[in-house]
């Protein structure tokens, strides 16, 4: 299983990124996807997940109404649309899917600071 993460950056805050996942090594389509995030000296947190069939999300509290998780399947690839960003937004961002109990597979990340 291999995840590989782009589109992070340096971003003022109100500003827009869109983060990429492609994945590989899985079926990609039967299985839910997720993006965490870690800021310095926090634990890792759930940003947002989408399922593999049917494609329903969830979002942590703090970025409900900014931050749109989606996934193509033709391309295995899942995506967050992030918006009206904060400095508290500030964080590594990283691509996760857990077949089972058993696996859980992370990708290397990607930093987003959110700064003037």
């Known amino acids: 299983v291999q995840l590989v993460e782009s589109g992070g950056g340096l971003v003022q805050p109100g500003g827009s990124l869109r983060l990429s996942c492609v994945a590989s090594?899985?079926?990609?389509?039967?299985?839910?996807m997720s993006w965490y995030r870690q800021a310095p000296g926090k634990e890792r947190e759930l940003v947002a997940a989408i399922s593999g069939v049917g494609g329903s999300t969830n979002y942590a509290d703090s970025v409900k109404g900014r931050f749109t998780i989606s996934r193509d399947n033709a391309k295995n690839a899942v995506y967050l649309q992030m918006n009206s960003l904060k400095p508290e937004d500030t964080a590594v961002y990283y691509c996760n899917v857990r077949p089972n109990l058993k696996n859980n597979y992370w990708g290397q990340g990607t930093q987003v600071t959110v700064s003037s």
């Open positions: 090594g899985f079926t990609f389509s039967i299985y839910g």
